[in-house]
């Protein structure tokens, strides 16, 4: 097995030293930060988090942070969803553009205050392009990375585990809402989200120091809930059609294409970057989509590069994530398909490297 050479460049997170003790056996790279990706194994590690609960270091979901009298007018710049009905203590899922419509990043904005966001980065340097943005419009506003490093509490026991360590307030928290917490001293934001379909919490961990007793304080007060290190699911994920930002898009696409056309008020979303180029392109209509696809036969290999999709002969689009579901005994999929091939039961083959495969398109995801 070839190794990924460790250095400065490739950042822990404050929870390395308790995902390395709990046997962490596989690796990405998110942000320039190690994302674990298995644990046990993915189709154990799937059974565990829709059973029981798990706690996911999820720091290279980095935040880059608003500061002034401008962040609001910031925020609004940079994506297409309306965020005038927005109040502190709100999360929104929101496409990010560029000025011609395509997908720069699908972050979390997290909205502190009037004038303090996070925006809850997917693997894309959005830091930059903000920085840019702020200097080249000469807003009143400071954007930086904290020392903030999403722990998430995924699965079904995830609202018992947390109310031994935060109290039971924290079952009140609404979906996509968060509220502040105390631990051991410091004041902690915990929102009622995550990157799985399963419920739970990402609790926001300001300063690096606090990393490990917050961590250690879970796994203490769940072990009669057989709490597990985990990580985010492949199988879980494309079960529930959470987009990966780089896999299954990227700047090429507009957020309609990415089916995240729910998300964007662009007649409304006065100041986004992007609205003049999205307000043409949604007058048409995507031509492609992002769409659920079941892949007939034995398990398929990892989709390392988009598999081309095919009817008739003709490329009609491509595969970007793949897994075999043991619950749904099929292969699950999200693929990018044209207008013409778009529509539930449509028959599609699938190129493989393991050779070509019959293919289904879905009415919805497996949820
Ligand atoms: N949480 C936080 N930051 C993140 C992620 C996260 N940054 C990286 C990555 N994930 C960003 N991408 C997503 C993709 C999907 C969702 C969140 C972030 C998500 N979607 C839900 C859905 O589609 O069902 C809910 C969307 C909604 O209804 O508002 O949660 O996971 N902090």
Known sequence: MTQISLSRRLRRTPFSDGVEAAGVKAYTVYNRMLLPTVFESVEADYRHLKEHVQIWDVSCERQVELRGPDATRLMQMLTPRDLRGMLPGQCYYVPIVDETGGMLNDPVAVKLSEDRWWISIADSDLLFWVKGIANGYRLDVLVDEPDVSPLAVQGPKSDELLARVFGDRVR?????????????????????????????????????????????????????????????????????????????????????ECGLGRFCNTHTAIGCIGRDALLRVAKEGPVQQIRPIAIAGDPVP?????????????????????????????NVAIGMVKLSHWDAGTALEVETPEGTRDAVVQAHFWI
Not at 222 to 249: K, Q, T
Not at 303 to 313: K, L, N, Q, S, T
């Open 302 to 330: 990892p989709c390392d590069r988009p598999w081309g999709v095919f009817a008739e002969g003709r490329r009609v689009g491509q595969i970007t994530s793949a897994a075999w579901s043991p619950d749904f005994a099929t």
């Open 172 to 256: 009140d928290i609404r979906f996509f809402r968060f509220d502040m917490f105390e631990f051991q001293g410091h004041s902690l934001a915990i929102a009622r989200s995550g990157y799985s379909k399963q419920g739970g919490f990402e609790i926001y961990v300001e300063g690096s120091a606090v990393g490990m007793p917050l961590w250690n304080a879970l796994f203490e007060a769940g072990r009669d809930l057989n709490v597990r290190a985990g990580c985010p699911n492949l199988i879980e994920r494309i079960e529930g059609g959470l987009l990966s930002y780089g896999n299954d898009m990227t700047d090429d696409n507009t957020p309609h």
